[in-house]
């Protein structure tokens, strides 16, 4: 299958996205244009180090280049000031220049925080992002957000910095168990819900095949996806505006993640699908869609197994003060209201803090109870 190439613009960076199924077997080679020069760290995770250690140990023979590889723990509680720290010693007491590269081989989590120390590490260093799940290849590596979570809420510390390069290989998808396939499938969805819904018809019909693995399907989905970001970043690289279009579902979903501190019984993917639904009723609530396409948006989740409820074990921990108090911490909460990312209609999505603050209550209140 022939690679598929996209290119972001941003005011201060162009970088390609290539998206293909042997962009990691063709390592040197793709990363060669966009690196400075051969020394290079790979930042990874435990798994991935496992799973992918002979791939590894060839890159690291390739006399062609010096590597460093560099693996942390895994899961969302490694983004945290002391882990980070941590990497920036390492990578100093190598002695790290700034024409040195550091990768990003692995999911969000890995991706977020290889892209804030590349931006924090001698004041900036250039990065590759190689993203290994579904959610990352069309989230969390396109488009430069990178931080860590802090005590008050989901990646509240953090800068915008734009990698040289996003090299997706749909390859590393045969390696997901069903619940990472639809943490990343709840992100592709959530483009064609804000943005485009030709791509959400298209979904209705090959939303299987998506998560069935479907090499014509997943690169179809995956471009989409990209396709999409890349355009909303090129237009609002800092999300001044446009960008926050991007968290539909998400002042929701990192509520559910913080009140769950953060524990892998529920996934990013999964408390943005939940997040979704909620901002959905809320939209019908306030009449901008109908009952029929609220109808449509939750009947294709479940089809899916895309979460639509809150787990019971966690409700008992929320309260609508609760729930209302931490997103009220959300980075996009400007003059202390609430901003929420609402449908129009299926394909439209708009940001705002003009809504009924009692429907937002009793919509938390059902989901919570």
Known sequence: ????????STLNKNYPII????????????????????????LTDKNINRIFKKDLGKIKKNKKLSVDII????????KNIKNINSICNTLLKKNISRDDTIIALGGGVVGDITGFVSSIVLRGINYIQIPTTLLSQVD??????????SEYGKNLIGSFYQPSLVLIDINFLTKLNNREMTAGYAEIVKYSLIFDIKFFNWLIINGK???????????HAIFQSCQCKSKIVSLDEKEKNIRALLN????????????NSYKTNINHGEA??????????????MNLISINELNKIINH????NLPTQIPRSLRKNLSIKKFIDVMNKDKKTKNNKINLILLKKIGKAYQTNKFDSQLLKIIIKDSIT
């Open 71 to 78: 693996v942390i723990g895994t899961g969302e509680k490694q």
């Open 209 to 219: 095949r998506v998560m069935d693995k479907n090499k014509e399907a997943l690169t």
């Open 1 to 8: 299958m022939k690679n598929k190439r996209l290119n972001i």
């Open 248 to 259: 539909f579902g998400h002042t929701f979903g990192h509520v559910i993640e913080q009140t």
């Open 19 to 42: 998206i293909g199924s042997n962009t990691f077997k063709n390592f040197r080679k793709n990363i060669s244009p966009y690196i400075n020069n051969n020394r290079i760290f790979i």
């Open 140 to 149: 969390s590596s396109v488009g430069g957000k990178t931080g860590i979570n």
């Open 272 to 285: 943005v699908a939940m997040g979704m639904i909620m901002a959905s009723k809320l939209s019908s609530a």
């Open 301 to 304: 989740f479940k089809l899916l």
